[in-house]
C-alpha cells in the first residue's frame, strides 16, 4: 500500500529546527531542554550531496514540541515508551546510563543491575493507546513526514533475558500489534537475543517496528551481524554516544545510522572525523544518516555537521500488511 506523506510545515511553530540535510549558520546549537536522554556528537563533512539518496527521507524537525503526544527530547524520535524500566550495563557505552542515573537519583529506585529487580510500568501503556488513536485519526508526528515514532525502551533494554520480563515482553508486542499506524524503535544493546524474543507471527517483520542496536566503538561491533540478518522494515545503528572510530563497521543490512556524541555530567569527548566518515560510508552506501550532536554536557548542543544539520530517516521496507497512515 502506498504511504500517503504529510508536510510538517504547517504544525511548525517557529522556523524549522532541521530539514534533513541542511545548511546553517555554524554556530548556535539548539535550546537543551533538560536531562540528556541520549548522547550525540558532532562531524563534518566539506563536500556532499543535499540532495537524499534514494530511499532515504529527509525530516523537518520543529524548534518546539507542543504536540500533545510528545513527551521525550530525543531528536530521532517523536515519543518513548517503556513497558519497564530498569537494566544492566554491558559495555563501555553504557558507563554513564542517562536512565540508571535518573532512575537512581531522581526517581530514587533500585532498579538497576542483575539482582535488583525491573519495575513493570502502567502509565505508558496507557499513553501508547493514546499516540495510536491520535495517529489512526490523523494527527501527524511531527519528524518522520507524519508518522509517529516510538523508541522503545529508553529506560530499558526490551532484549535483556530475565525470567521476570518473559510477561511484559509478550504484553510490549500485544500492544505493538494492536498501534499499526505507530512506528516502533526497539534499540538494544543485546542483539544477539532479537530472534529468541521475537513474537511467533514475525514472519518477515512487523510493518510498524524497526530494530536497532546500539554500537559505540568497533569492540562491539559484532553487534551489527547479530541484527543485520533478521528481516525488519528498518534495520538500524545507533553510533553513540560514539566512544571510538567506526571505519572498519560492515554496514551491509542496515538502513539507517544515529550518530551523536555522549552528553551529560562527565562525558567523554568524541573526535568529529569519526562522525565525518560514518557520515561518508552512509553516502556511499546508500544509508540514511542521522547526525544528533557533538559531545557536551547539553543535549541538542553542538547538532551541526560542518555547519550542516544532517537528520535523515529511512524509507521502511512495508509488506502492506499493516495499515498505513492516512494523512491529508
Ligand atoms: S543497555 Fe542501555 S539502558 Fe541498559 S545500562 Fe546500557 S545504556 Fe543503560
Redesign the pocket.
Known sequence: MERQVVHVESHLLNPPRQSGTKRRSPQKPFAARCVSELGGNTSNHGHRSKTPRRGIRSAKEPSKRKNMADNTIIAWTDHTFNPWMG????SA??AH?Y??TMSTNLMGKGI?GPNAPREITKGPWKNVKSWEKAAATGTPGLLNNGRHLVFTGS???HAEDRPDLVEPRARMWQTIRECPHLWFQLLT?RPENIVRFLPEDWGQGYDNVWLGT?IEDMRVAERADHLRGIPAPVRFISYEPALGPLNDLDLAGIDWVICGGESGSGYREMDLQWARDMREKCEDAGIAFFFKQSAAKKTETGIELDGEIVRNFPNPRLSGTVPMMMVK
Open positions: 537494566c544492566t550495563k554491558v557505552g553504557c546510563c536512565a540508571e538497576w529506560m530499558m533494554d544493546k546500539s
